[in-house]
């Protein structure tokens, strides 16, 4: 089945950029998307990318997408400790059924 | 909006008993999915429901039984509970043919 695989932790500081990356298996992916969850709250939807689509930015969210090495990032600008959270891959294959990755844990040190 | 809320918040559970998790989905949303979250892990499909339908399933044993109701909330059923049911059960509802799917906060489910 189709497969997500991300690393598990990433530290940086404050002002800093993030980068989280993933791969999957699944080249019949139409949508590929990053979720959010903090302790305490659901997961959040943070962004979305179209398998057509190589780069998408949305304020501080730079995703990108390499569909030839099935490749996909997250680069979080200017890093704030508010981002701290779980970050999660996610495709959705040809049967359309979501398959998230384990998540990375971002920490942010002041 | 309340947005999607789950009941109950934690429940413990002998081995081999029945457990019913409920949700209720956001206003206007009419498309529920639920998603087993073992520890340490991403949350795994277990399956989604459509007008009262299950349109869409994950590879979960015929022990995970689910049910939506006209007002579009629903139920998720396990039976014969074992050990490593024990995770968080999170349901995620979203409107038909939209990408934004809005989770709740989850059941966390032991299992003794």
């Known amino acids: 089945g189709e497969d997500v695989e991300q690393s598990l932790f990433l530290s940086v500081r404050e002002g800093d950029s993030s980068v989280i990356n993933c791969t999957y298996t699944?080249?019949?992916?139409?949508?590929l998307y990053w979720y959010k969850q903090e302790p305490g709250a659901g997961l959040q939807l943070l962004t979305y990318?179209?398998?057509?689509?190589d780069m998408k930015q949305d304020q501080r969210l730079t995703v990108l997408l390499n569909k030839k090495d099935k490749h996909l990032s997250l680069r979080i600008a200017d890093t704030q400790t508010g981002d701290s959270a779980i970050y999660f891959c996610?495709?959705?294959?040809?049967?359309?059924?979501?398959?998230f990755g384990r998540g990375t844990s971002l920490i942010v040190h002041p | 909006d309340a947005g999607v809320t789950q009941s109950p918040t934690h429940l413990i559970k002998t081995r081999g008993q029945q457990v019913t998790l409920r949700c209720s989905p956001k206003?206007?949303?009419?498309?529920v999915s639920w998603y087993q979250q073992a520890l340490g892990q991403g949350p795994q499909f277990i399956f989604q429901?459509?007008?009262?339908?299950?349109?869409q399933r994950g590879n979960f044993p015929d022990r995970f039984s689910g049910h939506q109701f006209p007002n579009y909330s629903s139920e998720l059923n396990v039976n014969a509970l074992l050990l490593g049911d024990s995770a968080l059960y999170l349901c995620?509802?979203?409107?038909?043919?939209?990408?934004?799917?809005?989770f709740g906060q989850g059941t966390r489910l032991t299992v003794v």
């Open positions: 995620a509802s979203s409107l038909r043919g939209q990408l934004e799917a809005f």
């Open positions: 699944d080249s019949s992916s139409t949508y």
């Open positions: 990318i179209f398998s057509n689509m």
């Open positions: 996610v495709t959705s294959g040809g049967s359309y059924i979501p398959t």
């Open positions: 206003s206007g949303h009419d498309t």
């Open positions: 429901y459509y007008e009262e339908e299950e349109r």
